[in-house]
């Protein structure tokens, strides 16, 4: 089983709402990543947990707060957020410390209002 | 810092075509590189994984290859389908840092391939 599960897939809010994305992975992968993607350009990094602590904040806005259940869950949890932060949010793990290999959600579609 | 570059920026063949996707890198000190495949609002899929020490990776109608020295890889398609339409990304990975911690992953813009019938 290689799946890493997204929930929503698509969400909309209003800049005044509070939401969260979901990711789910149970391939006992112990680093867990949040990437933003915007039409025709390449994910950006946002954040990674490493055996479910912060390890990498790339500068994200605080409106966008991470947090890491347990070593399987991932949240985001969105507050306030503007129109421009409009993307697709993708979550992906790794955890094969010999390989490396990254693998992706389908990513939730987050439209602000 | 890591620079990605892939070409082309867009490939349009007819179906039944062998092609080759470019990828290269300005730092060779990698740990490994990974070719994905994206569909148009999906997430990505991985396709191949060449490590640093290898030379090439194959899957059913794909082969990557790995030149570190050159910070060249390439993936090659055989006997292109229209299925196979959809953007395709390269990434590398830096050498790991101090202990087990994983090197920072740097994307390629992608190449966006349309096969047609």
């Known amino acids: 089983d290689t799946e890493v599960t997204q929930t929503p897939k698509h969400l909309v809010m209003g800049m005044t709402n509070k939401k969260s994305l979901k990711c789910e992975q149970h391939m006992g992968h112990r680093a867990m990543y949040w990437y933003k993607q915007k039409a025709k350009k390449p994910p950006e990094l946002m954040f990674v947990?490493?055996?479910?602590?912060?390890?990498i904040n790339e500068s994200v806005p605080s409106r966008f707060s991470p947090e890491c259940p347990n070593s399987s869950l991932l949240n985001l949890h969105l507050h306030a957020l503007q129109p421009e932060d409009s993307a697709l949010y993708l979550c992906?793990?790794?955890?094969?410390?010999?390989?490396?290999?990254?693998?992706f959600g389908e990513g939730s579609r987050l439209t602000v209002l | 810092k890591q620079e990605v570059t892939q070409i082309p920026a867009a490939l349009s063949v007819p179906e039944g075509e062998n092609l080759v996707l470019n990828c290269s890198f300005t730092?060779?000190?990698?740990?490994?590189l990974q070719w994905f495949r994206q569909d148009p609002g999906k997430g990505l899929t991985s396709l191949l994984l060449?490590?640093?020490?290898?030379r090439e990776q194959t899957s059913g109608r794909l082969n990557a290859s790995l030149d570190k020295s050159s910070g060249r890889s390439t993936l090659y398609i055989a006997a292109s389908q229209p299925g196979d339409s959809a953007t395709y990304l390269c990434?590398?990975?830096?050498?790991?840092?101090?202990?087990?911690?994983?090197?920072?992953?740097?994307f390629g813009r992608g190449t966006q391939l349309t096969v047609w019938p």
């Open positions: 060449i490590q640093s020490s290898q």
């Open positions: 730092d060779s000190a990698i740990y490994n």
């Open positions: 992906a793990s790794s955890g094969r410390e010999n390989t490396g290999e990254l693998f």
């Open positions: 947990y490493s055996y479910e602590k912060l390890s």
């Open positions: 990434a590398v990975r830096k050498s790991r840092g101090r202990g087990s911690t994983l090197g920072r992953l740097y």
